[in-house]
């Protein structure tokens, strides 16, 4: 689970290089906790920025870089769309993106090279105004994204102008923020040749989807589903311990995925025993699926417990940590 930090600013950092046999993911973990205690003195914002890239970074950083005058420099000189520098406001957002309720639009998104593409939509403002998953975000208000993405969440019953691009044409929607309620979980029985099978959506994960995602998986069982259809296309990700848990309820004791990274050593996670159910099982993707989802779609696979169907996944290959600064 993230760290709760509400009024500190943040280092996301990617800090660990995910290997799978198959699929790649990214999910969120927490580096540290931190403390209660206020620091005497505290160092300069752009100190702890370079002692934590020199310490945990995933990949070496150049002297060169960590020499660079400002925090925003040596951010963007990483050339990593996935380590951030996060405003207390911004760190929000980041939360949000693990929280079953917010005030907010309604959007789950991935940095891409012009923007922040969509890649899930609640029932909810963003996709009554429009907006379709695929749209680019370029900015808010007629701010650039870089400085605006905060604007996402706010109070409910308020409105944001946001500029979108949809292929060639760009977009303006005028969007009010709502109280979003977002469970993770969707479930369903379909007939098909003379049998029932469950279809269960997995949208993100989220504190709670594995608990949830079981309490379906077990309704599926006692309705007599055949087989189960897991769909994780559209899903950006989440918590990486959801994700092993998530695994968990469909292999025992299975590799889950395996981390490395310059600053931590070697590491494998496996998944915990007492699965849910060997019911036969599928798992959807589309080039949306990302993060965590990827984890659990390469684990099943690699553990030759589903067969993967549909489009080549989002590809992110790290694991990402909130680092909290004393500022």
Known sequence: MLPRIPM?????????????????????????????????????????????LAARYYRPVPPSVLRLGSVRQIISALRDPYT?????????????????????????????????????????????????IGDTILGIGGVPLARSMPQLLGPAG????????RGGKRLDLRITRELISAPAVHARLISYAGKRW??????????????????????????????????LRDNPGGLLTQ?????????????VARLKGEHEPAQTLRALPGQAT???????VNRFTASSAEIVAGALRDNHRATIIGERTFGKALVQAVDPLDN
Do not use: C, W
Request: glycine letters at 10%.
């Open 243 to 255: 994700a092993v848990n998530v695994a968990s309820l469909f292999i025992d004791r299975g590799v």
């Open 158 to 165: 308020t409105s944001i102008e946001v500029q979108v691009q």
């Open 8 to 52: 500190r600013r943040s280092l996301i950092l990617g800090v660990v290089g995910l290997t799978l046999a198959g699929a790649f993911g990214v999910g969120y973990v927490a580096s540290r906790s931190a403390g209660d205690a206020t620091p005497i003195a505290a160092p300069a914002t752009i100190d702890q920025v370079r002692s934590a």
């Open 84 to 132: 951030t520098y996060l405003d207390p406001i911004s760190y929000r957002l980041v939360r949000q993106e693990t929280a079953s309720k917010y005030s907010g639009i309604g959007v789950s998104v991935l940095p891409s090279r012009h923007g922040y593409v969509v890649v899930g939509l609640r029932d909810g403002p963003a996709a009554h105004a429009g907006m379709h």
């Open 198 to 231: 469950g279809v269960v959506q997995l949208s993100a994960f989220k504190t709670g989807s594995t608990v949830l995602l079981r309490r379906e998986i077990r309704s599926m069982r006692r309705l007599g589903a055949a087989g189960l259809v897991l769909d």
């Open 278 to 284: 060997r019911l036969p099982l599928v798992v959807l």
